[in-house]
């Protein structure tokens, strides 16, 4: 996706999460690999310990959204993004310590590589197709917005054909 796209959707995305009320964002990464999404797993004792997750995180102060998600997708999985190459939607949650965090998910192009995990924030990763999702647990909006990313109907080079989902 061109640069300037995808600045004119982060604009919109950061307005839309002020009108809402919503300080604290963060970013998911979707990395598709020979038809297979890539999720990680949380580890015990933090917050939702031992459910799988997009790779991602929070936002840091000044960077963008595109910045985040290159940066946690690297940090949280050794992978390097290629680019980013579409912006898949967003949805809201709450933790212990944040009442509204609005989660914002990408496709990104990754660069081969093995997975290597942070330890402190996940402990196993899978690479998992639509058979593989009901065995591993999820927070129900993670496993609504992986299940439209492993079932929705994909155009040639993988990415979903029609506008993103919310």
């Given at each position: 996706?061109?640069?300037?796209?995808?600045?004119?959707?982060e604009?919109?995305?950061?307005?839309?999460?002020?009108?809402?009320?919503?300080t604290?964002?963060?970013?998911?990464?979707?990395?598709?690999?020979?038809?297979?999404?890539?999720?990680?797993?949380?580890?015990?004792?933090?917050?939702?310990?031992?459910?799988?997750?997009?790779?991602?995180g929070?936002?840091?102060?000044?960077e963008?959204?595109?910045e985040?998600?290159?940066?946690?997708?690297?940090e949280?999985?050794?992978?390097?993004?290629?680019?980013?190459?579409?912006?898949?939607?967003?949805f809201?949650?709450?933790?212990?310590?944040?009442?509204?965090?609005?989660?914002?998910?990408?496709?990104?192009d990754?660069?081969?590589?093995?997975?290597?995990?942070?330890?402190?924030?996940?402990?196993?990763?899978?690479?998992?197709?639509?058979?593989?999702?009901?065995?591993?647990?999820?927070a129900p909006?993670?496993?609504?917005?992986?299940d439209?990313?492993?079932?929705?109907?994909?155009g040639?080079?993988?990415?979903?054909?029609?506008?993103?989902?919310?």
């Open positions: 996706m061109r640069p300037e796209a995808l600045a004119r959707i604009q919109r995305l950061r307005a839309g999460a002020r009108r809402d009320g919503v604290d964002l963060v970013v998911g990464v979707a990395v598709f690999r020979d038809g297979r999404l890539l999720v990680v797993r949380r580890v015990p004792g933090s917050d939702l310990g031992g459910m799988y997750e997009l790779p991602g929070g936002v840091e102060a000044g963008t959204l595109i985040s998600a290159v940066r946690e997708l690297y949280e999985t050794g992978l390097v993004a290629r680019c980013i190459t579409e912006f898949l939607g967003w809201d949650y709450a933790t212990r310590t944040k009442p509204k965090v609005r989660k914002f998910s990408f496709l990104a990754a660069e081969p590589g093995e997975i290597t995990l942070e330890p402190d924030e996940h402990d196993a990763y899978a690479w998992i197709d639509a058979d593989a999702l009901g065995t591993l647990p999820m909006d993670m496993r609504e917005a992986v439209l990313l492993i079932t929705e109907e994909r040639p080079a993988g990415i979903r054909s029609g506008p993103p989902n919310r």
